[in-house]
Protein backbone atom coordinates (compact mmCIF):
# COMPACT_ATOMS: atom_id res chain seq x y z
CA UNK A 1 0.00 0.00 0.00
CA UNK A 2 1.19 3.24 -1.10
CA UNK A 3 0.66 6.20 1.32
CA UNK A 4 -1.82 8.89 0.73
CA UNK A 5 0.71 11.66 1.12
CA UNK A 6 2.83 10.02 -1.36
CA UNK A 7 -0.04 9.00 -3.99
CA UNK A 8 -1.48 12.81 -4.08
CA UNK A 9 1.53 14.20 -6.20
CA UNK A 10 -0.35 12.47 -9.09
CA UNK A 11 -1.61 15.91 -9.83
CA UNK A 12 1.81 17.33 -10.05
CA UNK A 13 3.97 14.90 -12.08
CA UNK A 14 1.31 15.59 -15.23
CA UNK A 15 -0.14 12.02 -15.71
CA UNK A 16 2.66 9.77 -13.85
CA UNK A 17 1.42 8.46 -10.38
CA UNK A 18 4.68 8.35 -7.79
CA UNK A 19 4.38 4.74 -7.56
CA UNK A 20 5.00 3.78 -11.31
CA UNK A 21 7.71 6.35 -11.48
CA UNK A 22 9.48 5.05 -8.55
CA UNK A 23 8.87 1.24 -9.40
CA UNK A 24 11.14 1.99 -12.48
CA UNK A 25 13.52 4.22 -11.11
CA UNK A 26 16.86 2.81 -11.62
CA UNK A 27 18.14 2.85 -7.66
CA UNK A 28 16.88 1.08 -4.70
CA UNK A 29 13.12 2.93 -3.23
CA UNK A 30 11.31 2.20 0.22
CA UNK A 31 8.53 3.96 2.38
CA UNK A 32 9.06 3.25 5.81
CA UNK A 33 6.47 4.54 8.21
CA UNK A 34 6.99 5.92 12.11
CA UNK A 35 7.20 2.66 13.20
CA UNK A 36 9.87 1.40 10.98
CA UNK A 37 7.21 -0.76 9.03
CA UNK A 38 8.31 -0.87 4.99
CA UNK A 39 5.18 0.12 3.41
CA UNK A 40 6.50 0.24 -0.14
CA UNK A 41 9.39 -0.80 -1.76
CA UNK A 42 10.66 -1.33 -5.49
CA UNK A 43 12.15 -4.32 -7.71
CA UNK A 44 15.27 -2.99 -7.04
CA UNK A 45 15.02 -2.67 -3.57
CA UNK A 46 13.89 -5.98 -3.15
CA UNK A 47 16.87 -7.23 -5.93
CA UNK A 48 18.98 -5.40 -3.59
CA UNK A 49 17.65 -6.68 -0.55
CA UNK A 50 17.66 -10.42 -1.72
CA UNK A 51 14.19 -10.92 -0.53
CA UNK A 52 10.35 -11.78 -1.69
CA UNK A 53 7.99 -8.73 -1.06
CA UNK A 54 5.96 -10.68 1.45
CA UNK A 55 9.39 -10.72 3.16
CA UNK A 56 9.67 -6.77 3.41
CA UNK A 57 6.18 -5.63 2.72
CA UNK A 58 4.62 -4.89 6.07
CA UNK A 59 8.13 -5.97 8.37
CA UNK A 60 10.33 -3.60 9.82
CA UNK A 61 13.83 -3.95 8.05
CA UNK A 62 15.28 -4.93 11.58
CA UNK A 63 13.72 -8.04 10.95
CA UNK A 64 15.31 -8.96 7.73
CA UNK A 65 18.67 -6.89 7.34
CA UNK A 66 20.99 -8.23 9.89
CA UNK A 67 22.93 -5.74 12.44
CA UNK A 68 20.26 -3.00 10.55
CA UNK A 69 20.63 -0.51 13.91
CA UNK A 70 24.18 -0.67 13.05
CA UNK A 71 23.60 0.19 8.66
CA UNK A 72 23.94 3.47 7.03
CA UNK A 73 20.36 3.04 6.33
CA UNK A 74 19.25 3.02 10.03
CA UNK A 75 21.21 6.15 10.81
CA UNK A 76 20.53 8.27 7.73
CA UNK A 77 16.74 7.64 8.89
CA UNK A 78 17.79 8.49 12.25
CA UNK A 79 19.24 11.84 11.81
CA UNK A 80 16.25 12.57 8.96
CA UNK A 81 13.61 11.74 11.73
CA UNK A 82 15.41 13.68 14.36
CA UNK A 83 16.34 16.95 12.69
CA UNK A 84 13.10 16.58 10.04
CA UNK A 85 15.36 17.60 7.03
CA UNK A 86 16.43 15.55 3.73
CA UNK A 87 19.49 13.61 4.62
CA UNK A 88 22.09 12.55 2.45
CA UNK A 89 24.93 10.20 3.43
CA UNK A 90 27.49 7.92 0.92
CA UNK A 91 28.33 4.87 3.93
CA UNK A 92 29.95 1.17 3.62
CA UNK A 93 27.09 -1.30 3.41
CA UNK A 94 28.89 -4.43 5.32
CA UNK A 95 25.83 -6.56 4.50
CA UNK A 96 25.89 -5.89 0.38
CA UNK A 97 29.77 -5.31 0.01
CA UNK A 98 29.58 -1.85 -1.49
CA UNK A 99 29.21 2.05 -1.17
CA UNK A 100 25.88 3.30 -1.39
CA UNK A 101 24.22 6.89 -1.52
CA UNK A 102 21.45 6.96 0.85
CA UNK A 103 19.33 9.73 0.75
CA UNK A 104 16.42 10.15 3.05
CA UNK A 105 13.46 12.36 2.99
CA UNK A 106 11.01 13.50 5.08
CA UNK A 107 7.33 12.92 4.10
CA UNK A 108 4.10 12.57 5.91
CA UNK A 109 3.86 9.65 8.09
CA UNK A 110 7.52 8.30 7.69
CA UNK A 111 10.60 8.63 5.58
CA UNK A 112 11.00 8.17 1.85
CA UNK A 113 14.61 6.05 1.07
CA UNK A 114 16.60 6.21 -1.92
CA UNK A 115 20.16 4.18 -2.17
CA UNK A 116 22.09 3.35 -5.02
CA UNK A 117 25.55 2.09 -5.43
CA UNK A 118 28.27 4.53 -5.29
CA UNK A 119 31.07 2.57 -5.42
CA UNK A 120 32.30 4.45 -8.82
CA UNK A 121 31.08 7.99 -7.21
CA UNK A 122 33.06 7.64 -3.75
CA UNK A 123 36.66 6.97 -5.79
CA UNK A 124 36.00 9.35 -7.44
CA UNK A 125 34.89 11.71 -4.62
CA UNK A 126 37.84 10.95 -2.71
CA UNK A 127 39.87 13.64 -4.14
CA UNK A 128 37.37 16.53 -4.15
CA UNK A 129 35.77 15.10 -0.59
CA UNK A 130 39.67 15.87 0.65
CA UNK A 131 39.62 18.89 -0.21
CA UNK A 132 36.41 19.68 1.11
CA UNK A 133 34.55 19.73 4.58
CA UNK A 134 33.71 15.83 4.86
CA UNK A 135 36.25 12.84 5.34
CA UNK A 136 36.07 10.26 2.51
CA UNK A 137 36.22 7.14 4.72
CA UNK A 138 33.55 7.86 7.36
CA UNK A 139 31.38 10.84 5.36
CA UNK A 140 31.48 12.69 8.81
CA UNK A 141 32.98 16.22 9.35
CA UNK A 142 36.59 16.68 9.22
CA UNK A 143 38.95 18.78 10.14
CA UNK A 144 38.51 21.51 8.61
CA UNK A 145 34.93 21.46 9.18
CA UNK A 146 35.76 21.61 13.03
CA UNK A 147 37.73 24.42 12.61
CA UNK A 148 34.81 26.49 10.47
CA UNK A 149 32.80 25.46 13.37
CA UNK A 150 34.61 26.43 15.71
CA UNK A 151 35.76 29.91 14.15
CA UNK A 152 31.95 30.60 13.52
CA UNK A 153 31.20 30.50 17.25
CA UNK A 154 29.44 27.28 18.20
CA UNK A 155 28.47 26.91 21.40
CA UNK A 156 30.98 24.28 22.36
CA UNK A 157 32.10 23.85 26.20
CA UNK A 158 35.00 21.08 25.38
CA UNK A 159 37.05 19.84 22.73
CA UNK A 160 37.42 16.05 22.94
CA UNK A 161 39.82 13.82 20.73
CA UNK A 162 39.22 10.11 21.14
CA UNK A 163 41.76 7.87 19.70
CA UNK A 164 42.15 4.20 20.19
CA UNK A 165 45.04 2.12 21.61
CA UNK A 166 46.73 -0.61 20.15
CA UNK A 167 44.85 0.31 16.79
CA UNK A 168 48.21 -0.88 15.07
CA UNK A 169 46.98 -4.46 15.82
CA UNK A 170 43.64 -4.10 14.18
CA UNK A 171 45.33 -3.16 10.75
CA UNK A 172 47.98 -6.05 11.71
CA UNK A 173 44.79 -8.77 11.91
CA UNK A 174 42.23 -7.32 9.47
CA UNK A 175 44.34 -5.25 6.95
CA UNK A 176 43.86 -1.82 5.65
CA UNK A 177 40.61 -2.64 4.08
CA UNK A 178 39.77 -4.25 7.23
CA UNK A 179 40.83 -1.50 9.51
CA UNK A 180 39.34 1.27 7.35
CA UNK A 181 35.82 -0.73 7.99
CA UNK A 182 36.56 -0.66 11.76
CA UNK A 183 36.96 3.33 11.31
CA UNK A 184 33.55 3.59 9.06
CA UNK A 185 31.95 1.94 12.00
CA UNK A 186 33.39 3.69 14.76
CA UNK A 187 32.54 6.59 13.20
CA UNK A 188 28.93 5.57 12.56
CA UNK A 189 28.40 4.34 16.42
CA UNK A 190 30.05 7.44 17.71
CA UNK A 191 27.58 9.63 15.13
CA UNK A 192 24.67 7.37 16.92
CA UNK A 193 25.80 8.09 20.09
CA UNK A 194 26.15 11.60 19.96
CA UNK A 195 23.32 14.02 21.17
CA UNK A 196 21.82 17.63 20.31
CA UNK A 197 24.25 19.99 20.66
CA UNK A 198 27.43 17.49 19.83
CA UNK A 199 29.39 17.20 16.63
CA UNK A 200 31.42 14.45 15.85
CA UNK A 201 34.57 14.74 13.39
CA UNK A 202 36.83 12.14 11.75
CA UNK A 203 40.55 13.35 12.39
CA UNK A 204 43.69 11.97 10.14
CA UNK A 205 44.86 8.81 11.15
CA UNK A 206 42.16 6.58 13.54
CA UNK A 207 41.43 9.63 16.00
CA UNK A 208 38.12 11.55 15.90
CA UNK A 209 36.79 14.49 17.43
CA UNK A 210 33.87 15.52 19.62
CA UNK A 211 32.32 19.06 20.62
CA UNK A 212 30.23 19.22 23.41
CA UNK A 213 28.05 21.41 24.91
CA UNK A 214 27.89 19.92 28.64
CA UNK A 215 29.32 21.72 32.01
CA UNK A 216 31.24 20.02 34.46
CA UNK A 217 29.93 18.22 36.02
CA UNK A 218 28.22 16.57 33.70
CA UNK A 219 30.75 16.61 31.27
CA UNK A 220 32.52 13.67 32.80
CA UNK A 221 29.54 11.29 32.05
CA UNK A 222 28.36 12.12 28.62
CA UNK A 223 32.44 11.62 27.60
CA UNK A 224 31.98 7.95 29.89
CA UNK A 225 29.08 7.37 27.76
CA UNK A 226 30.73 7.80 24.61
CA UNK A 227 33.93 5.85 25.45
CA UNK A 228 31.05 2.82 26.64
CA UNK A 229 29.24 3.32 22.97
CA UNK A 230 32.30 2.35 21.31
CA UNK A 231 33.94 -0.41 23.46
CA UNK A 232 33.76 -3.62 21.68
CA UNK A 233 34.31 -6.92 21.10
CA UNK A 234 33.25 -5.91 17.31
CA UNK A 235 32.18 -8.51 14.98
CA UNK A 236 34.38 -7.51 12.44
CA UNK A 237 35.65 -9.44 9.47
CA UNK A 238 34.59 -12.88 11.06
CA UNK A 239 37.01 -11.80 14.00
CA UNK A 240 35.95 -10.55 17.55
CA UNK A 241 38.20 -7.65 17.86
CA UNK A 242 38.19 -5.40 21.56
CA UNK A 243 38.94 -1.74 21.00
CA UNK A 244 40.62 0.24 23.74
CA UNK A 245 39.08 3.61 23.16
CA UNK A 246 40.32 6.79 25.40
CA UNK A 247 39.49 10.12 25.62
CA UNK A 248 41.56 13.55 25.95
CA UNK A 249 39.46 16.67 26.55
CA UNK A 250 40.36 20.54 26.63
CA UNK A 251 37.59 22.60 28.52
CA UNK A 252 36.82 25.39 26.04
CA UNK A 253 36.84 28.73 27.64
CA UNK A 254 34.44 31.10 25.73
CA UNK A 255 35.81 32.59 22.04
CA UNK A 256 38.58 29.90 22.23
CA UNK A 257 38.53 29.23 18.78
CA UNK A 258 42.42 28.37 17.42
CA UNK A 259 41.63 24.75 15.90
CA UNK A 260 45.24 24.04 15.68
CA UNK A 261 46.11 24.77 19.75
CA UNK A 262 42.71 22.96 20.81
CA UNK A 263 43.65 19.79 19.18
CA UNK A 264 47.44 20.09 20.46
CA UNK A 265 46.71 20.66 24.03
CA UNK A 266 43.51 17.92 23.70
CA UNK A 267 46.16 15.82 21.88
CA UNK A 268 48.37 15.98 24.72
CA UNK A 269 45.02 14.86 27.10
CA UNK A 270 44.76 12.08 25.10
CA UNK A 271 48.13 10.70 25.13
CA UNK A 272 48.77 10.64 28.96
CA UNK A 273 45.05 8.91 28.58
CA UNK A 274 46.97 6.27 26.30
CA UNK A 275 49.84 6.25 28.66
CA UNK A 276 47.76 5.39 31.80
CA UNK A 277 45.58 1.87 31.32
CA UNK A 278 43.68 2.78 34.17
CA UNK A 279 42.79 6.20 33.24
CA UNK A 280 40.46 6.35 30.06
CA UNK A 281 39.72 9.89 29.97
CA UNK A 282 42.23 12.72 30.95
CA UNK A 283 41.48 16.91 30.69
CA UNK A 284 44.21 19.05 29.56
CA UNK A 285 46.26 20.51 32.23
CA UNK A 286 48.93 23.22 32.10
CA UNK A 287 51.19 20.31 33.61
CA UNK A 288 51.06 18.47 30.76
CA UNK A 289 53.13 20.66 29.03
CA UNK A 290 55.97 20.81 31.08
CA UNK A 291 55.61 16.43 31.50
CA UNK A 292 55.70 16.38 27.45
CA UNK A 293 58.92 18.73 27.20
CA UNK A 294 60.50 16.46 29.99
CA UNK A 295 59.67 13.36 28.23
CA UNK A 296 61.26 14.83 24.87
CA UNK A 297 64.28 15.49 27.13
CA UNK A 298 64.61 12.36 28.54
CA UNK A 299 63.76 10.27 25.02
CA UNK A 300 66.79 12.37 23.35
CA UNK A 301 68.98 11.35 27.14
CA UNK A 302 67.36 7.56 27.04
CA UNK A 303 68.95 7.57 22.91
CA UNK A 304 72.17 8.80 24.10
CA UNK A 305 72.52 6.75 27.22
CA UNK A 306 71.42 3.39 25.29
CA UNK A 307 74.22 4.55 22.56
CA UNK A 308 77.32 4.40 24.86
CA UNK A 309 75.84 1.72 27.07
CA UNK A 310 75.25 3.12 29.88
CA UNK A 311 72.11 1.60 31.19
CA UNK A 312 72.89 -1.08 33.56
CA UNK A 313 71.24 -4.43 35.37
CA UNK A 314 70.50 -4.99 38.67
CA UNK A 315 70.13 -8.92 40.10
CA UNK A 316 68.01 -9.42 42.41
CA UNK A 317 67.99 -12.89 44.52
CA UNK A 318 65.35 -15.51 44.35
CA UNK A 319 65.59 -17.96 47.27
CA UNK A 320 64.39 -21.48 47.82
CA UNK A 321 62.33 -20.57 50.79
CA UNK A 322 62.00 -23.88 52.60
CA UNK A 323 66.06 -24.37 52.50
CA UNK A 324 67.45 -20.33 52.53
CA UNK A 325 69.27 -21.24 49.77
CA UNK A 326 70.36 -18.29 46.59
CA UNK A 327 67.76 -20.38 44.16
CA UNK A 328 68.27 -17.63 40.76
CA UNK A 329 68.30 -14.13 40.10
CA UNK A 330 66.27 -11.63 38.05
CA UNK A 331 67.62 -9.08 36.43
CA UNK A 332 65.73 -5.76 36.25
CA UNK A 333 67.02 -2.96 34.39
CA UNK A 334 68.26 0.86 35.54
CA UNK A 335 69.27 3.93 34.07
CA UNK A 336 72.29 5.65 35.70
CA UNK A 337 71.44 9.17 35.78
CA UNK A 338 72.32 12.64 36.38
CA UNK A 339 69.18 12.97 38.59
CA UNK A 340 69.60 9.49 40.51
CA UNK A 341 69.33 6.13 39.26
CA UNK A 342 65.73 5.75 36.98
CA UNK A 343 63.87 3.17 37.74
CA UNK A 344 62.28 1.34 34.63
CA UNK A 345 58.72 2.13 35.47
CA UNK A 346 59.63 5.58 34.40
CA UNK A 347 61.68 5.03 31.50
CA UNK A 348 60.55 1.91 30.14
CA UNK A 349 57.09 3.37 28.37
CA UNK A 350 58.85 6.23 26.92
CA UNK A 351 61.53 3.58 25.55
CA UNK A 352 57.89 1.74 23.89
CA UNK A 353 56.35 5.27 22.24
CA UNK A 354 59.99 6.04 21.00
CA UNK A 355 60.62 2.91 19.33
CA UNK A 356 63.67 2.26 21.26
CA UNK A 357 63.07 -1.58 22.86
CA UNK A 358 64.85 -3.38 20.60
CA UNK A 359 67.61 -1.65 21.32
CA UNK A 360 66.60 -2.61 24.92
CA UNK A 361 65.72 -5.73 24.54
CA UNK A 362 69.20 -6.49 22.98
CA UNK A 363 70.90 -4.84 26.00
CA UNK A 364 69.36 -7.14 28.18
CA UNK A 365 70.12 -10.26 26.77
CA UNK A 366 73.62 -9.08 25.75
CA UNK A 367 74.40 -8.17 29.29
CA UNK A 368 72.66 -10.96 30.61
CA UNK A 369 74.62 -13.25 29.02
CA UNK A 370 77.41 -11.14 29.71
CA UNK A 371 76.75 -11.36 33.68
CA UNK A 372 76.15 -15.41 33.85
CA UNK A 373 79.67 -15.76 32.15
CA UNK A 374 80.89 -13.24 34.95
CA UNK A 375 78.76 -15.78 37.85
CA UNK A 376 80.16 -18.82 36.37
CA UNK A 377 84.03 -18.18 35.90
CA UNK A 378 83.31 -17.05 39.81
CA UNK A 379 81.82 -20.50 40.43
CA UNK A 380 78.66 -19.30 40.96
CA UNK A 381 76.40 -21.30 38.40
CA UNK A 382 72.94 -18.79 39.06
CA UNK A 383 70.05 -18.92 36.73
CA UNK A 384 69.20 -15.29 35.91
CA UNK A 385 65.75 -14.34 34.09
CA UNK A 386 65.09 -11.64 32.25
CA UNK A 387 62.16 -9.68 31.11
CA UNK A 388 61.81 -8.62 27.36
CA UNK A 389 58.99 -6.69 25.91
CA UNK A 390 56.49 -8.36 24.05
CA UNK A 391 57.32 -7.74 20.61
CA UNK A 392 60.57 -9.08 21.49
CA UNK A 393 58.86 -12.34 22.24
CA UNK A 394 56.46 -12.07 19.25
CA UNK A 395 59.88 -12.23 16.79
CA UNK A 396 61.27 -15.13 15.45
CA UNK A 397 64.30 -13.64 15.45
CA UNK A 398 64.80 -13.96 19.39
CA UNK A 399 65.53 -17.79 19.19
CA UNK A 400 68.40 -17.27 16.94
CA UNK A 401 69.90 -14.50 18.88
CA UNK A 402 69.74 -16.33 22.02
CA UNK A 403 70.93 -19.52 20.60
CA UNK A 404 74.11 -17.39 18.65
CA UNK A 405 74.53 -15.53 22.21
CA UNK A 406 74.55 -18.76 24.21
CA UNK A 407 76.75 -20.70 22.11
CA UNK A 408 79.78 -18.18 21.97
CA UNK A 409 79.51 -17.93 25.85
CA UNK A 410 79.30 -22.01 26.24
CA UNK A 411 76.57 -21.68 28.76
CA UNK A 412 74.39 -24.29 29.38
CA UNK A 413 70.97 -22.69 28.31
CA UNK A 414 68.92 -23.62 31.36
CA UNK A 415 70.78 -20.94 33.02
CA UNK A 416 68.45 -18.10 31.26
CA UNK A 417 64.97 -17.96 31.92
CA UNK A 418 62.43 -15.51 30.19
CA UNK A 419 59.94 -14.25 32.17
CA UNK A 420 56.72 -13.57 30.28
CA UNK A 421 54.05 -11.31 31.65
CA UNK A 422 50.82 -13.24 32.29
CA UNK A 423 48.34 -10.37 30.46
CA UNK A 424 50.77 -10.16 27.25
CA UNK A 425 50.99 -14.16 27.21
CA UNK A 426 47.18 -14.30 27.05
CA UNK A 427 46.83 -11.57 24.48
CA UNK A 428 49.65 -11.49 22.24
CA UNK A 429 52.27 -14.57 22.79
CA UNK A 430 49.60 -16.79 21.86
CA UNK A 431 50.59 -16.28 18.30
CA UNK A 432 54.48 -16.75 18.89
CA UNK A 433 53.72 -20.49 20.76
CA UNK A 434 56.68 -21.57 17.98
CA UNK A 435 59.16 -19.36 19.22
CA UNK A 436 58.72 -20.60 22.80
CA UNK A 437 58.44 -24.07 21.95
CA UNK A 438 61.69 -23.59 19.89
CA UNK A 439 62.97 -21.62 23.08
CA UNK A 440 61.96 -24.55 25.24
CA UNK A 441 63.57 -27.29 23.31
CA UNK A 442 66.47 -25.34 23.24
CA UNK A 443 66.55 -25.73 27.13
CA UNK A 444 65.99 -21.81 27.77
CA UNK A 445 63.30 -21.69 30.65
CA UNK A 446 60.43 -19.87 30.88
CA UNK A 447 57.88 -18.54 33.18
CA UNK A 448 55.31 -16.35 33.70
CA UNK A 449 55.24 -13.66 35.75
CA UNK A 450 52.67 -11.41 37.35
CA UNK A 451 50.98 -14.23 37.65
CA UNK A 452 47.06 -13.67 38.66
CA UNK A 453 46.87 -10.20 37.03
CA UNK A 454 45.28 -11.73 33.95
CA UNK A 455 42.54 -14.16 33.65
CA UNK A 456 44.35 -17.04 31.95
CA UNK A 457 43.16 -20.04 32.97
CA UNK A 458 45.43 -23.07 34.11
CA UNK A 459 44.09 -25.13 31.20
CA UNK A 460 45.29 -22.22 29.20
CA UNK A 461 48.86 -21.71 30.52
CA UNK A 462 49.05 -25.94 30.19
CA UNK A 463 49.60 -25.33 26.44
CA UNK A 464 52.36 -22.94 26.99
CA UNK A 465 56.05 -24.90 27.99
CA UNK A 466 56.57 -22.92 31.18
CA UNK A 467 58.86 -23.91 33.80
CA UNK A 468 57.62 -21.86 36.47
CA UNK A 469 54.70 -19.26 38.03
CA UNK A 470 55.57 -15.71 39.67
CA UNK A 471 52.85 -15.04 41.93
CA UNK A 472 51.81 -11.67 41.46
CA UNK A 473 53.50 -8.85 44.53
CA UNK A 474 49.72 -7.59 44.57
CA UNK A 475 49.07 -11.12 46.29
CA UNK A 476 51.91 -11.63 48.47
CA UNK A 477 51.38 -7.85 49.88
CA UNK A 478 48.41 -8.74 52.68
CA UNK A 479 48.89 -11.94 53.06
CA UNK A 480 49.10 -12.04 56.19
CA UNK A 481 45.75 -10.25 56.90
CA UNK A 482 43.95 -11.42 54.25
CA UNK A 483 42.23 -14.65 54.27
CA UNK A 484 41.22 -14.44 50.44
CA UNK A 485 44.84 -13.69 49.48
CA UNK A 486 45.93 -16.55 52.02
CA UNK A 487 43.17 -18.80 49.39
CA UNK A 488 44.72 -17.44 46.37
CA UNK A 489 48.14 -18.24 47.14
CA UNK A 490 47.83 -21.29 48.36
CA UNK A 491 45.19 -22.46 45.29
CA UNK A 492 47.72 -20.90 43.02
CA UNK A 493 50.63 -23.17 44.63
CA UNK A 494 48.28 -26.06 45.02
CA UNK A 495 47.83 -26.25 41.09
CA UNK A 496 50.95 -25.02 39.69
CA UNK A 497 52.50 -28.02 41.54
CA UNK A 498 49.81 -30.23 40.19
CA UNK A 499 50.88 -29.15 36.98
CA UNK A 500 54.41 -29.54 38.10
CA UNK A 501 55.32 -25.63 37.64
CA UNK A 502 57.41 -24.11 40.32
CA UNK A 503 56.52 -21.17 42.13
CA UNK A 504 58.15 -18.09 42.57
CA UNK A 505 56.12 -15.38 45.26
CA UNK A 506 57.31 -11.81 44.61
CA UNK A 507 57.45 -9.10 46.60
CA UNK A 508 57.42 -10.62 50.18
CA UNK A 509 59.22 -7.41 52.53
CA UNK A 510 58.18 -9.41 55.88
CA UNK A 511 59.45 -12.59 57.67
CA UNK A 512 55.79 -12.83 58.39
CA UNK A 513 54.96 -13.50 55.22
CA UNK A 514 58.53 -15.32 54.15
CA UNK A 515 56.76 -17.97 57.09
CA UNK A 516 53.45 -18.19 55.65
CA UNK A 517 55.11 -18.42 52.14
CA UNK A 518 56.94 -21.95 53.54
CA UNK A 519 53.89 -22.75 55.77
CA UNK A 520 51.80 -22.47 52.10
CA UNK A 521 54.79 -24.63 50.55
CA UNK A 522 55.76 -22.23 48.42
CA UNK A 523 59.32 -23.02 46.16
CA UNK A 524 60.90 -19.85 46.15
CA UNK A 525 60.74 -16.03 46.98
CA UNK A 526 61.88 -12.91 45.22
CA UNK A 527 61.15 -9.85 47.82
CA UNK A 528 62.89 -7.18 49.72
CA UNK A 529 62.84 -9.49 52.73
CA UNK A 530 65.34 -11.27 51.48
CA UNK A 531 67.30 -8.51 49.45
CA UNK A 532 66.67 -5.78 47.29
CA UNK A 533 67.88 -5.60 43.37
CA UNK A 534 71.32 -4.69 43.53
CA UNK A 535 74.65 -4.09 41.23
CA UNK A 536 76.73 -6.92 40.03
CA UNK A 537 79.59 -6.56 42.22
CA UNK A 538 77.02 -6.57 45.38
CA UNK A 539 75.54 -9.82 44.14
CA UNK A 540 78.72 -11.73 43.89
CA UNK A 541 79.26 -10.59 47.58
CA UNK A 542 75.80 -11.75 48.00
CA UNK A 543 75.84 -15.13 46.42
CA UNK A 544 79.18 -15.68 47.58
CA UNK A 545 78.23 -14.89 51.15
CA UNK A 546 75.41 -17.82 50.80
CA UNK A 547 77.95 -20.19 49.81
CA UNK A 548 79.71 -19.54 52.93
CA UNK A 549 76.61 -19.81 55.15
CA UNK A 550 74.38 -21.67 52.91
CA UNK A 551 71.18 -20.93 55.17
CA UNK A 552 69.85 -17.33 54.44
CA UNK A 553 67.49 -14.99 57.13
CA UNK A 554 65.45 -12.23 56.00
CA UNK A 555 66.90 -8.68 56.40
CA UNK A 556 64.89 -6.61 58.53
CA UNK A 557 63.82 -4.11 55.84
P1 LIG B 1 58.61 -7.14 37.42
O1 LIG B 1 59.13 -7.94 36.28
O2 LIG B 1 57.36 -7.64 38.08
O3 LIG B 1 59.78 -6.99 38.45
C1 LIG B 1 59.62 -7.03 39.83
C2 LIG B 1 59.58 -5.64 40.39
O4 LIG B 1 59.20 -5.73 41.76
C3 LIG B 1 60.93 -4.93 40.37
O5 LIG B 1 60.69 -3.56 40.20
C4 LIG B 1 61.43 -5.20 41.78
O6 LIG B 1 62.39 -4.24 42.19
C5 LIG B 1 60.16 -5.08 42.56
N1 LIG B 1 60.23 -5.79 43.84
C6 LIG B 1 60.81 -6.97 44.10
N2 LIG B 1 60.63 -7.31 45.38
C7 LIG B 1 59.89 -6.33 45.95
C8 LIG B 1 59.38 -6.12 47.28
O7 LIG B 1 59.55 -6.90 48.19
N3 LIG B 1 58.65 -4.98 47.46
C9 LIG B 1 58.44 -4.08 46.49
N4 LIG B 1 57.74 -2.99 46.75
N5 LIG B 1 58.92 -4.25 45.23
C10 LIG B 1 59.64 -5.38 44.97
P2 LIG B 1 61.49 -2.72 39.12
O8 LIG B 1 62.90 -3.16 39.02
O9 LIG B 1 61.19 -1.30 39.37
O10 LIG B 1 60.80 -3.18 37.76
C11 LIG B 1 59.49 -2.84 37.49
C12 LIG B 1 59.02 -3.51 36.22
O11 LIG B 1 59.72 -3.00 35.08
C13 LIG B 1 59.30 -5.00 36.20
O12 LIG B 1 58.30 -5.66 36.95
C14 LIG B 1 59.26 -5.29 34.72
O13 LIG B 1 57.93 -5.39 34.27
C15 LIG B 1 59.85 -4.05 34.15
N6 LIG B 1 61.29 -4.29 33.88
C16 LIG B 1 62.32 -4.26 34.74
N7 LIG B 1 63.47 -4.54 34.11
C17 LIG B 1 63.15 -4.75 32.81
C18 LIG B 1 63.92 -5.08 31.65
O14 LIG B 1 65.14 -5.27 31.69
N8 LIG B 1 63.24 -5.20 30.47
C19 LIG B 1 61.89 -5.05 30.41
N9 LIG B 1 61.29 -5.18 29.21
N10 LIG B 1 61.14 -4.75 31.48
C20 LIG B 1 61.77 -4.60 32.67
CA1 LIG C 1 59.73 -9.89 35.93
CA1 LIG D 1 56.44 -9.50 38.30
Known amino acids: MFPDGLTNVRNATHGFDLPTLLGHAGEAVAFVDSQWIVRYCNDVYLANAGKRADEVLEHTPFDYIPGFERSIFYETIEVCRRENKPMCRIGYSTALGRWLMVRVFPVDGGVLLLANDASQSVVDQYQLAQQALADPLTGLPNKLSLAQDLGSGHPATALAILGLARFDEITQRLGYAGSDKALMALGSRLQSASRDGERVYKLPGHEFAVLLSHEQPQLLPRLQALLGALRGPWPLGGQSIVIEPRIGCLPLAPGENDVESGLRRAALALRRAHAQPDNDIVFYEPQLELALLRRQRLESELRAALAADQLTLYLQPKVAVAEGTLAGAEALIRWPHAEGMIPPGDFLSLAQDSGLMPEIDAF ?48 PPRLLEIELPENALIRDVGTSMDVLARLNAMGVRLSVDDFGTGYSSFSYLARFPVHALKIDRSFITGLVTSPTHQKIVKGIIRVAHSLQLSVVAEGAETAEELQALRRLHCDTVQGYAYARPMPMPEFVAFAQRQQAVPRMRATSI
Open 364 to 411: VLRRTIRMLSELRSLGLEVPVSINLSVDALCDDRLESDIARLLAASGL
